[in-house]
């Protein structure tokens, strides 16, 4: 009698057939259906089939936990530590400085990351750890991603048109204002109440003016691209999928 083989590893003895294929597979080959088992490739095949969860705006739906929110509170705060016990050279080589952009593009992200103040950073990561949370819950992980960076850059962008060439710009408030911006233009849409975003976009607004060192142009450039972009979201999501005709 010949003893039935896997047909990934004809060395190895088949415990069991592929309940989609019918083919013999091994142990180590062998994955949990809702019936039975199968095989790595009929398993993969029906995970690809399953149709993909959205969230409200439209965005893959890949999980509950924040993770992309987390990410970059993790980052600023890396960043944070490296700026205090690293060499001063960390710093000069973070912060958006207008007149080095051209020949260091990596500053327009990477300030906004670069807090040196305690205060600082912490009233922006606050803001980001009320807001990040259900941003990324409404337009998925990669939207959210996109927001944010984007953001960040639109604020950057900002301050290397607008402010003084040799000026010295870092910190996370020009995406946090995208991320204000975005709730702003959706919360809008949705008829939800949006007094207290208002109230906290005029304060921001009128304390760039007043508190010296503070950048509205950064600020300025967050907000308006993260409600562009969320402007987009909304519009995507409102799409519906054009049916399939037939000849």
Same mark, same amino acid.
Not at 50 to 53: D, L, N
Not at 147 to 151: F, G, K, M
């Given at each position: 009698m010949t003893e039935t083989v896997c047909y990934r590893h004809p060395d190895r003895p088949a415990g069991v057939r592929c309940q989609r294929c019918d083919r013999p597979i091994c142990p180590a080959c062998m994955n949990s259906?809702?019936?039975g088992f199968q095989c790595p490739s009929c398993f993969n095949e029906g995970v690809r089939s399953?149709?993909? !969860?959205r969230t409200s705006l439209g965005g893959i739906q890949r999980g509950n936990q924040p993770i992309v929110t987390y990410t970059m509170l993790a980052l600023?705060?890396?960043v944070f530590i490296l700026v205090h016990v690293g060499p001063p050279r960390i710093l000069q080589d973070l912060v958006m400085v207008p007149?080095? !952009?051209?020949?260091?593009?990596?500053?327009?992200? !990477?300030?906004?990351f670069t807090h040196v103040q305690i205060f600082h950073i912490f009233s922006n990561l606050f803001m980001l750890w009320q807001l990040g949370p259900p941003l990324e819950h409404m337009l998925g992980r990669l939207r959210f991603t996109a927001?944010?960076?984007?953001?960040a850059l639109g604020g950057s962008v900002a301050v290397w048109i607008l402010s003084a060439p040799g000026g010295a710009t870092?910190?996370?408030?020009?995406?946090?204002?995208?991320?204000?911006?975005a709730l702003l233009v959706i919360s809008r849409a949705r008829n939800q109440?949006? !007094?207290?975003?208002?109230?906290?976009?005029?304060?921001?607004?009128?304390?760039s003016f007043v508190i010296p060192n503070v950048s509205w142009e950064g600020h300025l450039g967050g907000f308006i691209v993260g409600a562009a972009l969320a402007w987009v979201f909304?519009?995507?999501?409102?799409?519906k999928p054009r049916n399939k005709q037939t000849a």
């Open positions: 259906a809702a019936v399953v149709p993909r !969860t600023n705060v890396l007149m080095l !952009t051209e020949s260091e593009p990596w500053r327009l992200l !990477t300030s906004a927001l944010y960076l984007l953001s870092l910190g996370a408030s020009g995406a946090v204002l995208g991320l204000v911006g109440d949006i !007094t207290w975003i208002i109230m906290y976009v005029g304060v921001t607004a009128v304390l909304l519009q995507l999501s409102k799409r």
